[in-house]
């Protein structure tokens, strides 16, 4: 079992990667190809799906090439979420570009919805955005003469992205998604993970273009490979096998990502979660026909802060740099920064919110506002577990991962800010870690997703919280009072 290998493809939003992992959870070889960005008009988004499928074939190939193609024992896709692709199922050629989740031309066509939004969330767990699937494959049908001819005549195939690689890979012998995917598109029943038909219908999507909702393990269809069939055994969209890589595998288990945002995902057991704080809730993964549950927030501005302090404020040189300065100081001398550049995500949704920096003094010096930097990633992921313990699921521990978590401080604030233990793992492609783990327990490697983490996963740096509960409070209420500053 130690010589097998387990191949995961990521179609990330800006690269295609593969990577080879052994089922200790080393990673043998990897290879990565940019995407190209397609921006049509402003706030449109598109990929060229052809290009995601030539990419993947190819990385896929490389790192076959690489690490042994006769090791493979089975290959996991994980995927970016609710990007749309739409292809003939005759031809098997795409009918027009991929409509990317960060698309927003769909923003009027929800607004006329809004009356609807508390029965779609009710049964999706979702709320009534462009970001979701839905309203993208109504207006492509809308507006593409291409799609809606395909649409008439019973050719259509729609399917997020690891539906469309999914087709391709398997010789268009299977069109499918997994649950998780599924539960991106505002067509899915959360309890059942079924397609619903009154969804269908008020969205106005033909179900017969939809693909088959399966578990994220076990034999989904098969691959070939430099002429080697191999089988695709495990899928998840990028977040939820972040979370499965993380290992967040009970109830209050939580991972955040901290790129240029930051994503959390908490595990919230085997009953669909309701969210009362305008958290979505979503599939954490389905297997043996029995679904889990997760709870999800996502900051819009996270490390990006750190690049407006370097690129637009230039007061310092590099990211890393942060860390020695916010070190230098005792605390943050009353300064506080909520970086709202982009508007303010869950649990506030301030979409028009802007960044606010307060309590400056004579006695202010770089540093601090530096350091309200770094704690502003604190309180904006304490704001999202105190909603998440107000919707029942409070928070046992947090794994970190993403750019960020290089910095020391940052992670030692958060594990303060919050009043948990903060993990940062050893390997951090925890997004294809999940991948790799959910194709090896689909292959019969693992018993079951435990067993994958024991096996794969670890952790390389805890950090304790060390500071009391007066004094995390006290920075609550300042971080509270600079937020209602900014949503006034
Ligand atoms: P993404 O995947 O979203 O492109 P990454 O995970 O690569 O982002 O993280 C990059 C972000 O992390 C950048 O915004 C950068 O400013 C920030 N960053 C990188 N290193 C550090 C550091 N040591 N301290 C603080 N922020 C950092």
Redesign the pocket.
Known sequence: MTDQLLLVLDAGT?STRAIAFTTGGEIVASAARPLTQYYPASGWVEHDAGEIRDLSLAVLEEVAAAAGVDRIAAIGITNQRETVCFWDRTTGEALAHAIVWQDRRTAEFCAGLKGHEPAVQAKTGLLLDPYFSATKMRWAIDNWPMVAAAARDGRLAVGTVESWLIWHLSGGAVHITDATNASRTLLMDLATCQWDDDLIALFGVPKAALPAITDCAGPLAEATILGRRIPITGAAGDQQAAAIGQGCLSAGMLKA?????CFLLAHAGAEPPVSRNRLLATVAWRLDGRPAYALEGAIFV??????WL?DGLGIIA??????ALAQSVADNGGVSFVPALAGLGAPHWAPDARGLICGLSGGTTRAHIVRAA?EAQGQQTADLVDALAADGVPAAMLRV???????N??CQDLADSLGVVVERPRVIETTAMGAAMLAGVGAGLFADLPAAAAAMAAADVRFHPVIDGAARTGRRRQWQAAIAKVLA
Do not use: F, K
């Not at 990502?257 to 945002?261: E, L, P």
């Not at 590099?318 to 860390?323: F, H, K, P, R, V």
């Open positions: 800006t990502t901290y790129g240029t945002g996270a490390g990006s802060a750190i690049q370097r590099e990211s890393a740099e942060s860390e770094l991962d993403g750019g960020m978590v290089a910095n401080w940052l």
